[in-house]
């Protein structure tokens, strides 16, 4: 900081930094950007008027998608370089609103590659029409690029602005089937929602940084430490832990976490197969990586730099158990719930939505593992942290499976209840096997890519136990863990029942689906990788591994 | 190692994988589904030569001298191990090898296979599924018998699940879709807890506890290049943790054992508690009281091949975990709980057999027949954990896991064979009611004489393969407690009880008095087939055991003479330590002593050393 201020001089700086250090790293979402302009270009100019929308939007997410694997590339290299100490290969970009580092790459990454799919599965399932197709893309790249900022975000009010940026759109995408009763009554509840939380969440960034004068996330574990080491003005303590309670309520919307997860269902059933498919990889895989920011924003060991060491060091060791052990019931709640009210469903996409609760739940539980341990075994929060980028990696092949499938049966059956489906092993054998492949995969058996990503969660919360990391919540979070995944067997496996015991009902008209199509390759594509990732996990989990130095 | 270099490396893996690559060229849509046939000998093809395998590597002599690859008879130590990296980041490999304890098991379920696959022509719905299905599940046996890392064993056993759901729940009986869920889920259930031993016991692993030599024994290092492997393992700054089940068991045989050393929850030792949930996976399989009650319904429900491979394959593969990973990793909780496995063990030897007394379904007296001889293997098992007084006659013990690996073998031939048995009178009249039945011998002679015999060797009579391994377990059991052997050695006279009603009322009497009595047409060809084999080997495995124990005990013998020298030696140590520490000098022999009160003195007398 140079004492005189020059606006010359600030200028400059700010020039540089934006030019020179933020946008090369910002390029795949500077390429959503220039797709969301082009897209809607294309409908005031009549010549272009006729360009396929979801053609633009492939082709922009495609470059996206391409940026992102050459940063991810490029920072891997940079962590792989012995000369390059960890904290070289974190750049702040923007003034230090958002951080780049090897977590926010492997995350865009996902995102990104999931956009790739997503625009191609739109496309065959053909729900946004000629006329819907530029605002359905321009709705969906808008909101990525929301989540493009929530798994990069540094700062408290990034944090809301992103994930402000991020629901708006989902709100009329939710409500894009026009005419559907249930389509706009699920609008209008995940607005209500999404406005209700957003308030509490904005009040306690606001209470926050008034009793810690900062909102940058990397300083936010000093400034507690300060804070509770000084002992404060009276109340500050309290007001803290409401303000992080009311932040919690804002993440666990997004997350769908219980009980801020009623939205869900119905939104879910009320919207298209392909919306909820977006809101449950996409929207779940930002909303994950933003705990873990916030998360380690709270709980990040403190050094022993002005304040006494071992106040500061207890002080933080407070912090952590209380952020541990909210994640960790979130997490044992969520899962339990999911997987109890998935029983009764008759809807395939609300058993979906059940199940991305579920889902929520299970991850949550690495994230409480790697914050419990990032003091004591920074191997183990690092292995934690790689356990949830790996189940966000995994996570986006099965779901996006799993409603792709709902999508192009709907087109077929016209009908998504799981009813329905009776008998459809005799007719259509290919898209059978593929279900199951996902919903065994979601259960978490090997050799399927579910089972890893099972795997590693379960294997973190061991970790903690043996390095005596919250050990108590741990083991109660493993015994939640392993008796959900036995009880939504129950439910994944009825799905599959219906589908091969049960007989065709003799009023279905629809053909049967031809596997060897467009659409059963596509299929075929995002059914693949979760045989591959189940048996050949070491290249996904060696990329995941690189986004797991944020606990380091 | 380069794959190619290794000998063991093709055979195993060609064993292992063969039937799930056909299962994958069946799947492709370019076998047509109307070809029936195909389908059915290719599978037949395959799983006979998958068995012609097993036979090359298990009995070289037959096919000319011993090779490399081949199986060596008499020798006690892992064979024809092959070890590739697979994950290297947790240490997960590709480790497979065969001992006495798995070749026999191994070759058991290519044999059962084999004829479960002839079985296969009375399926008539969805051929093409079926095998597809079967043939998958016999990798996942297979793959279960040869894998030396925990999670390759995992994975393996867990691929079983999917394909036996839907074997049971589109091909079985009426109750089918209950009967498969229910399979379903107990397994689940059991693998879940075995997941949760399974890390727990990997994250308190250390191979660098080890010696150079164990190391280079258990498969750890390279030979060729243990060297430079051990020195960097040396220099390792943490905890090495290893899947590697052969250096879990040296590490938890360890004076020193972490596993007995941590304390988990409730006061118990992570060995305890490992020992405990990997117990409850295996017994579910096994089954014992009380968690059988899948058994019956999936054998009822299930198919006739089906019910030969849940019989004869499946429920061994509990017995075989236990055998493989349960005691040598957990010793010292194997050695407190042994009442324990014991105990289950009678007590669903005596409820199994009389639930069979019970029952009027003959599908289902026999497979409370199963879960009655299987308790057999659990008592065999057990019992050697137990301290003969205090002079560690390590072949009492040793001759009860030879008898439970010897039962296990019987079992899956005699059952195979029951079920099979069964199976031939149910596509023909479609009931199984012991009542309706009734002068088969009169119409079916041939087949009712090989029936009979089956039925005797699942009864035990000498001279049949039954008889060895419950005479071996019951007396090997009377030198662990003496009221257990009685009523063992009583269960018998149910068994025989069950049996001989229900060949009197089946094959005996004067005439059928069920439905369908025109349908009661000799036996086939290709039945005769499936069911000669199995008689000839319930009879020759009766006649000369040796030629499954020159196998057997070897491995299992190795295996007890290295446990029990550790339970003296901490045995020992617990006394001397006691005598030690009483200033009176009075030694106190029976003084309860937990092994992680011994393990945690001795670390204290190290440290007050240094």
Aim: aromatic content about 12%; proline content about 5%; charged content about 10%.
């Amino acid at each position: 900081m140079t004492p005189e201020l020059n606006v010359g001089t600030l200028l400059n700086e700010l020039f540089i930094d934006t030019v020179r250090v933020s946008l090369p790293l910002f390029r795949p979402e500077l390429c959503l950007v220039a797709t969301i302009v082009l897209l809607l270009m294309c409908r005031m100019l009549p010549l272009l008027r006729h360009l396929d929308s979801g053609g633009i939007a492939l082709g922009g997410v495609c470059f996206a998608a391409w940026y992102a694997y050459v940063d991810f590339l490029s920072i891997g290299s940079q962590m792989g370089d012995p000369l390059l100490s960890a904290d070289a290969v974190r750049n702040e970009l923007f003034g230090g609103l958002l951080v780049f580092d090897s977590f926010t790459a492997f995350l865009r990454l996902v995102l990104a590659g999931f956009l790739v799919l997503y625009a191609v599965l739109t496309k065959l399932s053909g729900i946004p029409d000629r006329e819907d197709g530029a605002d359905f893309y321009s709705l969906v790249l808008g909101s990525s690029l929301g989540m493009c900022l929530m798994v990069s975000a540094n700062n408290l009010v990034m944090v809301f602005m992103a994930i402000e940026m991020a629901s708006v759109p989902s709100y009329v995408l939710a409500g894009m089937l026009k005419g559907r009763p249930a389509s706009s009554e699920a609008a209008l509840k995940y607005a209500i929602y999404g406005a209700g939380t957003a308030g509490v969440m904005l009040y306690g960034i606001s209470l926050i940084s008034g009793v810690l004068g900062t909102l940058a996330l990397p300083d936010l574990s000093f400034e507690i430490s300060r804070v509770l080491a000084v002992g404060g003005t009276s109340g500050s303590t309290m007001v803290l832990c409401l303000g992080g309670l009311m932040l919690s309520v804002g993440l666990a919307f997004k997350l769908s976490a219980v009980p801020f997860h009623f939205w869900c269902p119905d939104v879910f059933e009320g919207a298209a197969a392909e919306v909820g498919a977006f809101l449950s990889v996409a929207s779940k895989a930002a909303a994950i990586a933003l705990l873990v920011r916030v998360a380690f924003a709270f709980s990040a060991p403190v050094g022993d730099t002005a304040l006494g060491m071992s106040a500061s060091a207890v002080a933080g060791s407070d912090v952590r158990h209380f952020v541990v052990y909210v994640i960790g019931l979130f997490a044992a709640i969520t899962c339990t719930f999911g997987n109890l009210a998935a029983y009764g469903q008759t809807n395939m996409k609300r058993l979906l939505a059940y199940s991305t609760i579920a889902h929520a739940g299970y991850i949550m539980m690495a994230v409480a593992a790697a914050v419990a341990m990032v003091a004591i075994s920074v191997d183990g929060a690092r292995d934690a942290v790689s356990a949830v980028a790996f189940y966000l990696a995994t996570y986006l092949f099965m779901n996006l499976g799993a409603f792709g499938i709902v999508a192009l049966l709907r087109n077929r059956l016209k009908s998504e209840e799981i009813a329905s489906y009776a008998g459809l092993i005799h007719g259509s054998p290919g898209i059978v096997v593929a279900m199951a492949v996902v919903l065994v995969s979601l259960v978490g058996l090997p050799p399927l890519a579910g089972f890893v990503a099972k795997f590693l969660v379960f294997s973190s919360l061991v970790d903690a136990i043996t390095a005596g990391a919250e050990s108590p919540l741990m083991l109660s979070l493993l015994v939640v863990g392993g008796f959900n995944t036995v009880i939504s067997l129950f439910y994944y496996l009825r799905v599959l029942k219906v589908m091969t015991f049960d007989p065709v009902p003799e009023d279905r008209v629809s053909e049967p689906f031809p596997f060897v199509s467009i659409s059963g390759a596509m299929i075929t594509g995002l059914v693949l990788p979760v045989l591959v990732f189940g048996v050949f996990w070491s290249g996904l989990y060696a990329a995941a591994h690189l986004a797991g130095v944020i606990a380091s | 190692m380069a794959p190619a270099e290794n000998p063991a490396f093709w055979p195993l893996t060609v064993i292992v994988f063969l039937p799930a690559l056909v299962a994958a060229g069946l799947s492709l849509p370019i076998i047509p589904k109307a070809r029936e046939e195909i389908i059915r000998w290719s599978t037949l093809a395959t799983t006979a030569v998958v068995f012609l395998l097993s036979l090359w590597v298990a009995v070289p002599q037959f096919f000319g001298a011993v090779g490399p690859g081949q199986f060596v008879v008499g020798q006690a130590e892992m064979q024809g191990v092959v070890k590739l990296p697979w994950i290297e980041s947790f240490g997960i490999e590709y480790l497979l090898g065969i001992d006495g304890i798995s070749l026999p098991l191994v070759v058991l379920t290519t044999f059962i296979s084999m004829l479960a696959a002839a079985a296969s022509w009375s399926i008539k719905k969805h051929v093409k599924a079926y095998h597809i299905l079967f043939l998958l599940l016999e990798t996942g046996m297979l793959g279960v018998f040869v894998s030396l890392d925990f999670f390759l064993f995992y994975v393996f056993w867990e691929v079983m699940l999917l394909p036996m759901y839907f074997l049971i729940g589109v091909w079985g009986g009426p109750r089918r879709e209950y009967a498969a869920i229910k399979f379903f889920l107990y397994t689940l259930l059991g693998s879940v807890l075995m997941l949760i031993a399974i890390l727990m016991l990997y994250f308190t692993s250390d191979v660098r506890l080890l010696s150079d030599e164990q190391l280079i024994a258990t498969h750890v290092v390279q030979p060729s290049t243990a060297t430079q492997e051990i020195a960097s393992l040396r220099s390792a700054e943490s905890a090495v943790h290893t899947f590697n089940l052969m250096a879990l068991a040296a590490v938890g045989q360890l004076p020193n054992s972490p596993f007995a050393a941590t304390t988990v929850w409730l006061g118990m030792s992570l060995e305890t508690w490992a020992f405990l949930l990997l117990l409850i996976g295996f017994v579910i399989k096994v089954p014992v009281f009380p968690v059988h009650t899948w058994l019956p319904d999936a054998h009822v429900e299930a198919p006739t091949p089906i019910s030969m491979i849940l019989a004869g394959v499946l429920l061994k593969l509990g017995g075989y975990g236990i055998l493989r990973i349960c005691y040598p990793i957990c010793p010292g909780a194997g050695l407190s709980l042994a009442w324990l496995v014991c105990g289950v063990g009678v007590v669903s030897m005596v409820y199994g057999a009389f639930a069979a007394l019970a029952q009027t379904d003959f599908k289902r007296m026999v497979a409370y027949s199963s879960v009655s001889h299987m308790g057999y293997v659990m008592l065999g098992l057990g019992v050697w954990s137990a301290v003969a007084g205090q002079e560690y006659r390590w072949e009492f013990w040793a001759q009860g896991v030879n008898g439970a690996m010897f039962q296990m073998l019987a079992h899956g031939i005699s059952s195979a064979g029951m079920f099979f048995m069964v199976g031939v009178l149910y596509d023909r009249v479609h009931h199984r009611n012991l009542n309706e039945f009734g002068g088969i011998f009169s119409k079916m002679p041939v087949y009712s004489g090989l029936a009979i015999v089956v039925f005797f060797a699942g009864l035990g009579l000498p001279g049949l393969c039954g008889f060895i391994g419950e005479v071996l377990v019951t007396l090997s059991s009377w030198n662990y407690s003496r009221p257990l052997a009685v009523i063992s050695a009583f269960t018998v006279i149910l068994t025989a009880a069950y049996i001989l009603w229900a060949i009197q009322k089946v094959y005996l009497g004067a005439e059928y008095r069920g439905p369908y009595e025109d349908a009661l047409k000799p036996i086939t060809p290709r039945e005769l087939s499936i069911a000669t084999p199995l008689v000839f080997l319930a009879i020759l495995f009766g006649v000369a055991p040796q030629t499954l124990f020159q196998y057997v005990t070897p491995s299992v013998n190795q295996q007890v003479e290295t446990l029990a020298e550790w339970t003296r030696d901490v045995n020992d140590g617990a006394r001397k330590m006691i005598v030690a520490e009483d200033d009176h000098g009075v030694p106190d022999g029976n003084s309860v002593i937990t092994r992680a009160e011994i393990v945690s003195r001795e670390i204290a007398s190290r440290w007050a050393q240094d």
